[in-house]
């Protein structure tokens, strides 16, 4: 229940960012991750984003060799990503930023921390 409160707090402190924003770029593409793990260990990788359907995204991380899968629901302000990598489950928050980055958090299911990521497009 704490992550979901923490998560929520989150969520009400970003949505200002997203909805401010003047015309955000597609958030679609190929972008460099850099991330800190719940925990506080550190990460960099690749992620993709592939718009489905309206509002539905394809989100693929490549980390370390291996693939995290994730379906989004959002705009190009924002996304809210459900994920999964063998037995691994989680789901994340990220809201594009002017400058064209994208900022999130994120947290394995039954998390107690977070961790977060920033996308610099390719």
Not at 10 to 16: E, N
Not at 46 to 64: E, P, R
Not at 66 to 74: C, P, Q, V
Request: glycine share 16%.
């Amino acid at each position: 229940m704490r992550i979901l409160s923490m998560i929520a707090a989150a969520l009400l402190c970003m949505a200002p960012l997203a909805t401010t924003q003047a015309a955000a770029a597609d958030i679609t593409g190929s972008y460099l991750v850099d991330g800190t793990s719940p925990g506080g260990g550190t990460y960099t990788g690749s992620v993709s984003v592939k718009k489905n359907a309206d509002s539905l995204y394809q989100v693929v991380w490549t980390i370390g060799g291996e693939k995290y899968i994730g379906t989004a629901i959002g705009t190009d302000e924002m996304l809210s990503i459900s994920y999964r990598s063998g037995n691994n489950t989680g789901v994340g928050l990220y809201v594009t930023q002017k400058n064209g980055s994208v900022k999130g958090i994120w947290t394995y299911a039954g998390g107690k921390e977070l961790g977060g990521e920033v996308w610099l497009k390719k």
